[in-house]
């Protein structure tokens, strides 16, 4: 009888032990993360086993729930170490950039200005846009982001000035946290 209680508490300190962040890192992003809907625009997180889909939505309305342009980004995240602020280091690896124009009236917008350096924009045609120039802002092929993140709860945040760049260094890595940009979480993972 000793011998069955104490299996059962080996195997159960196991399993706690095996649910324990500091053996399975960046468990803690698991799911989805969405910020608030802001000047129109929603951007969502969603990690699973530290790959992630980021995706950022334009809308035609103020409550962001009609979307007339989305872009999309995928790739790998590997967690670094604990910083004394209690945020972790966050290294990215950008796999794909794409972007879709939603209605005809975006595609043809998009059109008139070469948005990312193309005027063939179809609506509801998804558009490989990894290494162009959209109104500013790329990903670059063989992009990396070194960040920093901090989880409170069901509150996400990432570093203040974060760049995506080809050959970053841990200058690049941000030292503070950006507190005007928070993620809540809208889904666990599944």
Same mark, same amino acid.
């Given at each position: 009888m000793h011998f069955n209680i104490r299996w059962f508490l080996s195997a159960a300190l196991v399993l @706690?032990?095996? =649910? =324990? !962040? %500091? *053996?399975? !890192?960046? +468990? *803690?992003l698991d799911g989805t993360w969405a910020t608030a809907c802001y000047m129109r625009t929603r951007t969502s997180l969603t990690y699973a086993d530290l790959a992630f889909t980021g995706t950022y939505s334009e809308y035609t309305d103020d409550a962001c729930t009609t979307e007339y342009h989305v872009s999309t980004w995928t790739g790998t995240a590997a967690v670094g170490a =604990? #910083? +004394?602020s209690g945020a972790r280091q966050l290294d990215l690896t950008f796999a794909s950039f794409t972007s879709t124009a939603l209605t005809a009236e975006n595609a043809e917008f998009n059109n008139m200005n070469a948005y990312c350096g193309f005027t063939d924009w179809q609506a509801d @045609? *998804? /558009?490989d846009v990894l290494?162009? +120039?959209c109104y500013g802002f790329a990903i670059p092929a063989g992009a990396t982001s070194l =960040?920093?993140?901090l989880v409170d709860g069901d509150a #996400? /945040?990432?570093g203040q000035g974060a760049k995506v760049a080809v050959g970053l260094? *841990? %200058?690049d890595r941000p030292t503070a946290i950006d507190e005007t940009r928070v993620f809540t979480r809208v889904a666990d993972a599944t």
């Open positions: @706690v032990a095996c =649910d =324990d !962040p %500091a *053996e399975d !890192p960046g +468990a *803690e =604990d #910083l +004394a @045609v *998804e /558009k290494g162009a +120039a =960040d920093i993140y #996400l /945040k990432f260094t *841990e %200058a």
